[in-house]
T-cell receptor, first 112, second 114 residues
Framework: QKEVEQDPGPLSVPEGAIVSLNCTYSNSAFQYFMWYRQYSRKGPELLMYTYSSGNKEDGRFTAQVDKSSKYISLFIRDSQPSDSATYLCAMSADQAGTALIFGKGTTLSVSS | DAGVTQSPTHLIKTRGQHVTLRCSPISGHKSVSWYQQVLGQGPQFIFQYYEKEERGRGNFPDRFSARQFPNYSSELNVNALLLGDSALYLC?????????????FGSGTRLTVV
């Protein structure tokens, strides 16, 4: 079993839809959780950072962490064609983030 | 302000050859990390350097090595290239310390081994 599992999709939604992206993990030592967005031919870009369990909101994006279920989610409201990208979850056990453990990434396509 | 710059952007090498990839972090960032991203997979941690010292190493063979220079730029070296080394190599920089500063990734070097 991989440390971090993420459904690669692809996921296709119409513009304006609410998108839900998810990851599960097996290592209970993970405390720091991140979501990155990666456009084609670009490096990953940090979207959200969360420590431990709980919710965090930033504009149209909401990140949720449920450590008891070892499950994290990213919600995108009012999705736009510019949101079309690969979304990667990442986790770390230490605050220095010596090694980020990434999921495989979910490819999202938002059609206008 | 310039982001993380990596060079070259693309290169093609033959099996058995050696390759050097370069990374310049954001000005003021003292930590550099290297990741390998195989097509269709998430990035996999190779090395992290902070203040010119190796802070962490991922599960990669000794053919992979890296170093950080006094100006905080970094090189990743791969010896005896295998076909399986074909991937996007990403460099990320951070101020160092807390994760909530975030890592800023470069656009990567696309390595193809033939």
């Amino acid at each position: 079993q991989k440390e971090v599992e993420q459904d690669p999709g692809p996921l296709s939604v119409p513009e304006g839809a609410i998108v839900s992206l998810n990851c599960t993990y097996s290592n209970s030592a993970f405390q720091y959780f991140m979501w990155y967005r990666q456009y084609s031919r670009k490096g990953p870009e940090l979207l959200m950072y969360t420590y431990s369990s709980g919710n965090k909101e930033d504009g149209r994006f909401t990140a949720q962490v449920d450590k008891s279920s070892k499950y994290i989610s990213l919600f995108i409201r009012d999705s736009q064609p510019s949101d079309s990208a690969t979304y990667l979850c990442a986790m770390s056990a230490d605050q220095a983030g010596t090694a980020l453990i990434f999921g495989k990434g979910t490819t999202l396509s938002v059609s206008s | 302000d310039a982001g993380v710059t990596q060079s070259p952007t693309h290169l093609i090498k033959t099996r058995g050859q050696h390759v050097t990839l370069r990374c310049s972090p954001i000005s003021g960032h003292k930590s550099v990390s290297w990741y390998q991203q195989v097509l269709g997979q998430g990035p996999q941690f190779i090395f992290q350097y902070y203040e010119k010292e190796e802070r962490g190493r991922g599960n990669f063979p000794d053919r992979f090595s890296a170093r950080q220079f006094p100006n905080y730029s970094s090189e990743l070296n791969v010896n005896a290239l295998l076909l399986g080394d074909s991937a996007l190599y990403l460099c990320a920089s951070s101020p160092g310390g807390a994760l909530n500063y975030g890592y800023t990734f470069g656009s990567g070097t696309r390595l193809t081994v033939v």
